[in-house]
């Protein structure tokens, strides 16, 4: 089991972690928490059915991170305008999606966060060094959506587009500064793969 997920009875998924790995995603998810951010509308209101209604923004965020993980909906790589009035329609339609989904985007990422920390911090709690952290389904889910988020993030900042790009980042030499990132990329890859294989039927 170290290193990697397998399916426990009745669904879910469990994992040996050490304290070093259980660091390591930890701080991963804190930082991938503090950069999505409670979002343009700021805090939550106390009023749900204002909430329910809020609209988010329209325009695209600056970050190459966030616009990786929250990618416009009519536009991007393979998708090409064949004219400038037909990549003005791309731009709105965009635009309007983005209005209307984003803040709960980024509601689902920051939750799919909170359930990794609050899980990791759970197994810190019984003052083990390493543990098995043992997944109902539903946190499975959550959990793989936001190793997901991880490796999109890190794959962002370490300018990974496609296949190719993976296979570079395997063959850098280990005094490159992108190592450490680098490691912490392919082994999220990693742990995904195998949760997506615990959640396969």
Known sequence: MPGHFEPLPGGGAA????????SIIRSLAVQLLELIGPGPGGEASDDPLAELFAEGPSEPPTDPVLKRLFPDAYSG???????????????????????FTENDLRAGKRENALVVIRSLDS????????????????????WLGSLNDLRLAIGSRLDVVDEEDTDLLYR???????????????????????????LMP
């Open 15 to 22: 994992v040996a972690l050490d304290e070093v790995e259980i």
């Open 123 to 142: 197994l810190a709690a019984d003052g083990k060094g390493g543990a098995v952290l043992k997944l109902a389904p539903e946190e499975s889910k959550q």
């Open 172 to 198: 850098l030499p280990d005094d490159d500064p992108r190592k450490p990132m680098v490691m912490a990329y392919l082994w999220l890859g990693g742990l995904q793969e195998t949760l997506v294989e615990t």
């Open 77 to 99: 790589p393979g998708v090409e305008a064949t004219s400038p009035e037909q990549a003005e329609q791309q731009r709105a339609y965009s635009s309007e999606f983005r209005r």
